[in-house]
């Protein structure tokens, strides 16, 4: 995946926020979620034939902002935890 600053302020300002780990992950379930939703309710719209290829490559994407977002907020939890 490609390196996403926004993924990285996400994770620090989640952070400052005071999220807990399991929050930022159910966070990322909730867009999910939200995404295949708005699927189903445009499946009238939707190319099956390109379908399946383009729902991986949008797990795949938000995995790789979660993990991006986490790293970012376990540097300074861990920074916090070394002061």
């Known amino acids: 995946a490609?390196?996403?600053p926004a993924a990285v302020a996400h994770g620090k300002l989640r952070y400052v926020q005071g999220y807990t780990p399991a929050m930022i992950v159910h966070e990322s379930r909730i867009l999910q979620v939200t995404i295949?939703?708005?699927l189903q309710s445009n499946l009238n719209h939707l190319d099956f034939?390109?379908?399946l290829p383009d729902v991986m490559t949008?797990?795949?994407e938000v995995d790789a902002q979660l993990t991006q977002s986490m790293d970012s907020y376990?540097?300074?939890l861990r920074k916090s935890?070394?002061?």
């Open 58 to 60: 949008i797990a795949d």
């Open 36 to 38: 295949f939703e708005t």
């Open 81 to 83: 935890m070394a002061a």
């Open 2 to 4: 490609t390196f996403s």
């Open 49 to 51: 034939s390109l379908l």
């Open 74 to 76: 376990m540097k300074l």
